[in-house]
């Protein structure tokens, strides 16, 4: 098996180790809020160099946890993967992906986020691993009865790709909805990634994920 | 000659306001040295000049006393009973406490005595000397006194109070008796802090005569300082529980906002050109307005805002324990208040 294949189930056994030394998940009366869930995500990656693209697309599923020790800050931690296939058999690559952030209020409805993401596509001939660092936005819109709205906006200032130069313009942004019913939560977030590549011979070189995901889980603590 | 005028009037006036309690504190010490050594008429002599309306020295009441009740047992021992007991009499009606000792007093005159106290009526109430107590374990020892067989009633109640006492003693009684007080008033709770009166009512039995006294005291609760409660949660303490009317638009146009951020995100990233990026945004799009439609409805009748509710419900909670063991703490506090009493000259303030 791909060792890559194994990082959600090793986050996951991580995420519950640590979860189960936390105050907020003990059973003795939790404090700091504490929420786990499970994700399944479907992701279209492209790739276009000098005009012609190609495609590929799958369904990854992942492992989320997430711990706000304050009102006003949380910590997050992300980890999926998968297996993208393409009309070009070739092209068909597994994904694995882990995330950490952080992100904190600055307004009750506006949070700035930051955090950093490593990638990993894992192809037949070769494997090419990305890391990011993110910066940006996330606009908590109130909708009614425990749903809210979130946009969010976001740079990656530093991108590394194996084999490739980084990438000159880096950015991406999201929407979704997200649904909360006592310790039970729920989200569909649909968001893209661009990466735009400094021109080669071969022409321009865009890379685009775009991922739809949707989460369940369940909140512990406060 | 006016100078020797001037001189003889301040001598005379000096001889009225010397230390005259000194001279007549010294003619009952000899007048009783006298007594002792059974020298009656020159002890008599003596005590005459103190009880004397001509004496030119102060004398205060007890000193009076004194001389009334030696002045009886001299007489007493000279087999004058009846003046012993008009002398007896006056002593006892100035202080119905007087006794006498009757290690120190021969038979006749404690028999003489006893029949002056037959003859006169008193009720009486010792002064309460100032004292501090326990009322779970220890009680205030008040003193009443009446000169002969009599029923008698002593209450406490609050000084100058119209309203009936709490009763410490109703019955017969026939000399001194020690009421012990444990400091509560009716219901059993312990008086406040405030001035109080021990009013004694009494009717001889043997000549139906009426008497009555009062004696005032201040009493003090003391007890460890007290905790404050917390005070009520003000209005920046507590979450809005409801949404503004407005909430119903905002909330459509949140969801509106989301699936037209949708809609656009594929174009302004580029990727709508490509793969399936567009169908992933259709469904947030799609998701975003149904979301804002029902945030609409959902609020139209019911602006509440539940989460807040319960927060304010849960600082409330908090508040309400918290004070509820500060009245615990405080109880236990005012469990161990003591009480001091201590003796106070006239009417109730």
């Not at chain 1, 952080?102 to 993401?117: D, E, I, M, N, R």
């Not at chain 2, 050594?37 to 005459?48: F, H, K, M, N, S």
Request: hydrophobic share 40%.
């Amino acid at each position: 098996m791909n060792r890559f294949r194994t990082l959600p189930l090793l986050a996951a056994i991580t995420a519950s180790a640590a979860c189960a030394r936390l105050p907020g998940v003990s059973s003795t009366g939790a404090s700091i809020p504490v929420g786990v869930a499970l994700s399944t995500n479907r992701v279209d990656h492209v790739v276009a160099v000098g005009g012609n693209a190609e495609g590929a697309q799958g369904t990854t599923v992942g492992f989320a946890v997430s711990v706000a020790p304050r009102p006003w800050i949380e910590l997050s931690g992300r980890s999926a993967s998968g297996r993208l296939t393409s009309e070009n058999a070739r092209a068909n690559r597994d994904i694995a992906e882990v995330e950490a952030g952080l992100s904190f209020l600055v307004l009750p409805w506006l949070a700035a986020t930051v955090g950093a993401q490593a990638r990993r596509y894992t192809g037949a001939l070769a494997s090419q691993r990305w890391l990011a660092l993110r910066t940006g936005a996330e606009a908590r819109l109130d909708l009614a009865n425990g749903a809210r709205g979130v946009i969010r906006a976001s740079v990656l200032p530093k991108v590394t790709v194996d084999g490739l130069a980084s990438p000159s313009l880096a950015y991406g942004g999201g929407t979704g909805i997200e649904l909360s019913r006592k310790r039970l939560f729920a989200s569909l977030l649909y968001s893209v990634d661009r990466f735009d590549f400094p021109a080669s011979v071969e022409g321009k070189r865009v890379e685009q994920l775009s991922t739809l995901m949707l989460q369940a889980g369940w909140r512990f603590g406060r | 000659m006016k100078i020797a005028a001037s001189v003889a009037l301040l001598w005379l006036t000096a001889t009225t306001i010397l230390p005259a309690q000194d001279n007549t504190a010294d003619m009952l010490q000899r007048a009783i040295r006298f007594y002792d050594d059974v020298q009656v008429e020159r002890a008599l002599t003596l005590l005459r000049q103190v009880v004397s309306p001509g004496s030119p020295y102060e004398v205060s009441r007890d000193q009076r006393i004194q001389a009334y009740k030696y002045l009886g047992a001299s007489l007493a021992i000279q087999n004058m009973r009846d003046s012993a007991i008009v002398y007896f009499r006056a002593a006892i009606e100035r202080d119905p406490f007087t006794d006498l000792d009757p290690r120190k007093f021969s038979p006749v005159e404690l028999t003489t005595f006893a029949e002056a106290r037959r003859r006169t009526f008193a009720v009486a109430a010792r002064p309460i000397a100032r004292t501090t107590v326990d009322p779970r374990v220890e009680r205030v020892v008040l003193s009443i006194l009446t000169t002969h067989a009599a029923t008698v009633r002593a209450e406490i109640r609050p000084a100058g109070s119209a309203l009936p006492g709490t009763v410490l003693y109703d019955g017969e009684n026939d000399g001194l008796r020690d009421l012990p007080w444990s400091g509560t008033l009716g219901g059993g709770r312990l008086a406040p802090t405030g001035r109080y009166e021990l009013a004694v009512f009494g009717e001889s039995r043997l000549n139906q005569r009426r008497d009555s006294t009062r004696s005032y005291f201040d009493l003090l609760q003391d007890f460890p300082a007290l905790e404050d409660t917390l005070p009520s949660l003000r209005a920046d303490e507590l979450l809005p529980e409801r949404h503004p009317p407005s909430a119903r638009r905002r909330g459509l146009a949140n969801g509106l906002g989301i699936a037209a951020t949708a809609i656009i995100l594929p174009y302004a990233t580029g990727s709508a050109r490509y793969g399936s990026s567009r169908s992933f945004a259709s469904v947030a799009a799609i998701s975003g307005g149904a979301a804002g439609i029902y945030a609409y409805f959902a609020r139209r009748n019911n602006l509440d805002i539940p989460e807040n509710i319960a927060i304010n419900r849960v600082r409330q909670t908090r508040r309400l324990t918290a004070n509820a063991e500060i009245q615990r703490r405080n109880g236990e506090k005012l469990a161990e208040t003591k009480i001091v009493v201590s003796p106070a000259a006239g009417v109730g303030r």
